[in-house]
Nanobody, 123 residues
Framework: QVQLVESGGGLVQAGGSLRLSCAKSVSSLSGNGIGWFRQTPGKQRELVATLGHGGRTTTTDSVKGRFSVSADYAKSTVYLDMNNLKPEDTAIYYC?????????????????WGQGTQVTVSS
């Protein structure tokens, strides 16, 4: 399985926008989607958005209406478009291959974690 590579983070003011890229976003034998996660110091990593093989996307409530997921399949790249950013969005963002279940269980990351990309939103 290939480790995914995140990029596109930066420093923006509240209300600004960023596009994060997840390179090498290909399916593995154990996964069926791509997930975007974020983590702040002292807190556990949380899932913020997903992309399934059929193009279906989800976002967590805290970013709904502001974040969206898309893909350029020719480039094997998945994007996270972040709009109207808030200071509470500040975190290191990661992408990973995930298993999406229809049983109601949260998607499970199955690939190795990369370094992530830092997003900092100032007031």
């Amino acid at each position: 399985q290939v480790q995914l590579v995140e990029s596109g983070g930066g420093l923006v003011q509240a209300g600004g926008s960023l596009r994060l890229s997840c390179a090498k976003s290909v399916s593995s034998l154990s996964g069926n989607g791509i997930g975007w996660f974020r983590q702040t110091p002292g807190k556990q990593r949380e899932l913020v958005a997903t992309l399934g093989h059929g193009g279906r996307t989800t976002t967590t409530d805290s970013v709904k209406g502001r974040f969206s997921v898309s893909a350029d399949y020719a480039k094997s790249t998945v994007y996270l478009d972040m709009n109207n950013l808030k200071p509470e969005d500040t975190a290191i963002y990661y992408c990973n291959t995930i298993v999406i279940s229809s049983s109601g269980q949260p998607p499970t990351p199955v690939g190795p974690w990369g370094q992530g990309t830092q997003v900092t939103v100032s007031s």
